[in-house]
């Protein structure tokens, strides 16, 4: 078989095991997931037996050390992918809740009821920990997914890939409910991409490169997120040692990720008491700053911003600072820079605040909090599966709910149309 | 300016009125539109006399004479877009309403608010009533509109273009949020379709050509609805009484719309009682039957089905029929040949209903009433900017809440990650 009938076979197997897993109930998906656990922590040896072919090519390919981490299963990861199997468990089942129900004037009484969303194609890196926590996820919300992980990953995703299926049959659940792709490349990707007619739904995760082959690629709906170029704003109100604890967490708690700050904006009345306390910090700690002139004012030491610098998404220990005159200045700065993912204000001032989250455009918007709770977990919503950054159908952290959708019920006594 | 300059500076200026609509409240919304009803009230004559301009030009392009009357404006289109306007202006703002909000157990209150979508591509055809619709619904939802009409209508539609103009620079609004664009065929719609960066979502209006054409020529995302195969399933425990009422009214009552019955499904147990009478009187009302092999044995007048018949939207007194041995059939029929849109059963036995309600996988999905009731006014949505039989952002008919999209927000107390 071609490599394109192959995915085309794949796509329409997934879709025929859509129709089932809508029907499933609660208890025969978490049925599912309790067995997938038990056979990964049963299988961990032969896990770990596949997994080291991997990272023994990647590592004669000569592959980052932070690669080979990302890619390496060891005791650890392995039971922590069994422990957000058991969390996945146990969080609600989305599908079939009735959000609202009204009744019109003619006595149809109409709902809206969650359900899957179909078929959801899933593309990765090689983080083989991902294929599960994925198809947990897309199981528990009733759908069926294709998993498309790195090459680098294939002879653990493809071990993993069995496991599960295992599970599901035990569960008399459909097999075809969870298929790692068996090839690698970007020619299958590019073949599952092409398959609007099964797939209902791409989410890509990982570079930004991988997001733009991805986007650029499909004939099918994209949830991704391009960059997270994450503000805090410290108000001309702000308690000082409260910005001082979250601009620090903010930037260095975990500098590599999307919801880490990348600049800070300063108002000038609150600059002088605060900047130069928070440059000290921040130098301690191995923070470059790049601040505006005004700002290098205040921290002599600090490099000169340029305009690159503004738009930036460092995912490292440097941060770009401006001293803003007033907070238009600072939404202003924010609407022309900012990626749509995070924004924090820290003020004391009421009105000031309730401005801030009613007219910054992010995914997140908080008041006197650290940018890094965007997070599916962190936010309450149980799990993620990834952080949207456009508008259309989720917008910020995505979790169970946001792999449904809903249809309007009608409960009729033989109404008609006049 | 080139074509392509002109419509990206449309776009532009889009992207920019948006931040200023996003910040709009009700009462301002409201007042641009009751000013919009008072415009186009006073400027009915010289409304008229520019689309006389199309009318006589689609006259002597030869166009139908169905095509001219949806091109035309007398006194009752134009009081019915004044009533339109009126309409809108009492629906509910969505824009702000905070749709759930919960506590985390550091203490950070996290809600989801309701936001505009941002600008909004609006591709339909020569029906200039629609220019001020879409209008009026993208103005409530506090997004921004570009608006491409057919090209027939182009007089109309920049007349009308000018009135909404003048009043919401008469309500302080950006005048930008409400454009026409005024260079008419296909090179235009290909140039908007391309400004990703600009416009966030795409509405197509329309027959299957264009709709089918903005798809495949859009690098935004676009909400659609291909075709209606709508279907009624009269089963075993039907009220034949009732079941002949909603079949009739299905077919019949407006047979050229997507939400009208296409297929018919009938359980062998009723077909007897139920189809030689429902024929008769389908025969009367000048429907054309097109049955299985057991439905001819039972309407020897009708035609006989061709595999063709089980999926097509005839849009016209033509109705396809089936008799099925079980429900499970009838279930198996609809995933086959159902396009998602509107299925409606027939019965008088509860864990049947509830089962078809559970089962379908459609839009709206029915028990005992029409599928004509699947319309956003008739659901009770107030109003409705078009159907989408796609499952991503919107299933079902859109009114004001699916232009919107929910951002998160967090008040915190100085809350950081650990």
Redesign the interface.
Known sequence: MSETDLIEAMAVEAKEAA?QM??AGRSQKDEALRLMGEKIREGEAFIREENQKDVVLARESDLSSAFVDRLTLDSKTIQSMVDGLKEVEALPDPV?EVTQM?K?PNG?I?GR?R?P??VIGFIYESRPNVTVEASSLCLKSGNTVILKGGSEAIHSNRVLGRLLKEALVEADLPEKAIQVVPTTGREALKILLGLEEHV??IIPRGGEGLIRFVTEHSRI?VLRHYKGVCHVYVDEFA?VA?AS??C???KV?RPGVCNAMETMLVHERIAPAFLPAMAARYKAAGVELRGCPRTLALIPGAKEAQPSDWPAEYLELILAVKIVSTMDEALDHI?RYGSNHTE?IITSDYSR?QRF???V??????????T???DGN???LGAEIGIST????????MGLEELT??????????????
């Open positions: 129709r809508r029907r079939g009204w019109r149809l109409v009821m359900i969303l179909g209902d739904l709906p308690d409260m604890e979250i620090f967490n903010a708690q609407e924090s605040a989250l009613s007219e455009d992010s995914s997140v918007v908080l008041v006197n909090a650290s890094r709770f965007n962190q936010l309450g456009s508008k259309l159908h989720a917008f910020g952290p959708t809903k249809k309007f019920i009608v409960y009729g006594s033989g109404q008609v149309r006049t």
